[in-house]
């Protein structure tokens, strides 16, 4: 499965968007989560690989921007959810 992020227009907190956070889950309310993976702002996107077929995961995305030696984390988008062929 791959995981593409829309290109973010707006600058956070004053600085550019430097990667993206995904995080998938069988669940909805991500309880328990499979796991978090992060991706290169350039990229834009990730490929997710050993997920089981016939089954439905629910995804969603945040941007991370690096300033000052802190990390500083975008609100979820909305839960995606899709099934594995």
Known sequence: ??????KQKKKFTGRSVSSY???YSLNKYFSPRKGIKSFGYKK???KLKKLKHGKRYYV??????????EFFYSPWSEVKSVVVK
Do not use: F, N, P, S
């Open 21 to 23: 956070e995904m995080e």
């Open 44 to 46: 834009g996107y990730i």
């Open 60 to 69: 969603r995305i945040r941007t991370v921007t690096y300033v000052g030696g």
């Open 1 to 6: 499965m791959t995981v593409k992020a829309k």
